[in-house]
């Protein structure tokens, strides 16, 4: 199997990651592709992480088969241990590199990428290669946040920071943050026939007590204690203070009764 070393994911798997990760659905994820789905096809769900949207998915096209693939070894066994609470018996998990995914060619009915495409160094190469294992027909969904159309109330100059901060880390990484806006262009370049590619966009809205509590609190986490925090040091971009101070900033934003915050996503379901 071919890994390009050199892409870094920007978050992790620290507990504060997962704990975001874990709450993701079908329904809150992926939305956009679920009229796309039929019982009986065959599903690769790329960077799949701990699994809750891979088994969501799984259950919508059970009998078919799925496959959830990721970098991370560890975060697969999460990933197979929640499969298994859930009794979803028609998917398995594998270690698996977007971009030598280890398949035959149109192999698939449906592949489907979420968050993954921001944290490529490449991702028009990703997806040449979601294509190639696609069947004639079928259909490559990815959808990616858009860090720069983040908007949130009460302004606070921390989250300011944090999101220019954000912003270095992931270049510095060779990403890119503002995948959500890019995607539909990434798709064309990939070769994908226009005439088969529907772009929209969606949101994440956390503003009520225990949705902004929850935000609030897995952010100022993952400021100090996540890869991204590793990283912003690693990088010279922040020191532990500064970083403690963001931390501080989502606290105390998370704490305001007008809290809103509002997270973008570019959408595509293209067909191969």
């Known amino acids: 199997m071919t890994t390009r070393t050199h892409d870094v ?3 992790g798997h620290h507990e504060s990651v997962l704990r ?4 993701r659905t079908a329904e809150n994820s992926a939305g956009y592709l679920l009229p796309a789905l039929a019982p009986g096809q065959r599903l690769l769900d790329v960077g799949c992480g701990p699994g809750t949207v891979t088994v969501d998915l799984a259950s919508r096209v059970a009998p078919g088969d799925v496959v959830g693939v990721d970098r991370s070894a560890a975060v697969l066994a999460v990933a197979t241990e929640h499969a ?3 009794g979803a018996a028609n998917v398995r998990f594998e270690v698996g590199d977007a971009y030598a995914l280890e398949f035959e060619d149109d192999t698939f009915d449906v592949v489907h990428a979420h968050q993954v495409l921001q944290h490529l160094t490449d991702p028009v190469a990703a ?4 294509r190639r294992v696609t069947r004639p027909g079928g259909v490559v969904a990815v959808r990616d946040a858009d860090y720069a159309g983040m908007t949130w109330y009460p302004a606070h100059p ?3 920071e944090w999101q220019a901060l954000y912003h270095e880390v992931t270049q510095a990484n060779g990403a890119e943050a503002d995948a ?3 995607l539909l262009s990434w798709v064309r370049q990939a070769g994908f026939d226009p005439a088969g590619v529907a772009p929209g ?6 503003a009520t007590p225990e949705d902004r509590t929850w935000w609030a609190s897995l952010w100022a986490d993952r400021c100090v204690a996540s890869n991204f925090a590793v990283q912003a040091m690693g990088h010279h971009l922040a020191d532990e203070v500064a970083l403690e101070l963001l931390a501080d900033a989502w606290r105390e934003w998370g704490t305001s009764p007008d809290g809103w915050f509002m997270v973008p996503h570019g959408e595509v379901l293209a067909r191969a």
């Open 127 to 130: 997806l040449r290669e979601m």
């Open 158 to 160: 921390g989250l300011d």
């Open 180 to 182: 959500g806006r890019r």
């Open 20 to 23: 975001s990760h874990r709450w």
């Open 84 to 86: 298994a609470e859930k």
């Open 9 to 11: 994911y920007t978050h």
């Open 201 to 206: 966009a969606g949101v994440w809205c956390y």
